[in-house]
């Protein structure tokens, strides 16, 4: 199993960015699935999940301004990032609680993704 995220990149604050993170291979089922960062000398830590039921939940700092979403179908997720704030700056990591039999799941990671916020 993998997880492929793309689109961090370099943004003025203000600005918006959208974070795509698609799971490839043998899958049987995905569980929750998230993105996390990690900024320089920080903890890495929770910035918005989605079950697979649809059930979101974010971090406080973000509430309001980022947006997670999933396909099913595709095996995605997805996270919109607007109104960005320099302290957003920090590596992004899509996760996903994947099973790939039944009754055998695991967590899996993606690369981070760089999202810079400067002017």
């Known amino acids: 199993v993998q997880l492929q995220a793309s689109g961090g990149g370099l943004v003025q604050p203000g600005g918006s960015l959208r974070l795509s993170c698609a799971a490839s291979g043998k899958i049987f089922s995905i569980g929750h699935m998230g993105w996390y960062r990690q900024a320089p000398e920080k903890q890495r830590e929770l910035v918005a999940r989605v079950t697979s039921g649809g059930t979101t939940n974010y971090a406080d700092s973000v509430k309001g301004r980022f947006t997670i979403s999933r396909d099913n179908a595709k095996n995605t997720v997805t996270l919109q990032m607007n109104s960005l704030k320099p302290e957003d700056t920090a590596v992004y990591y899509c996760?996903?609680?994947?099973?790939?039999?039944?009754?055998?799941?695991?967590?899996?990671w993606g690369q981070g993704t760089l999202v810079t916020v400067s002017s």
């Open positions: 996760n996903g609680y994947i099973g790939v039999y039944f009754n055998l799941y695991d967590t899996y």
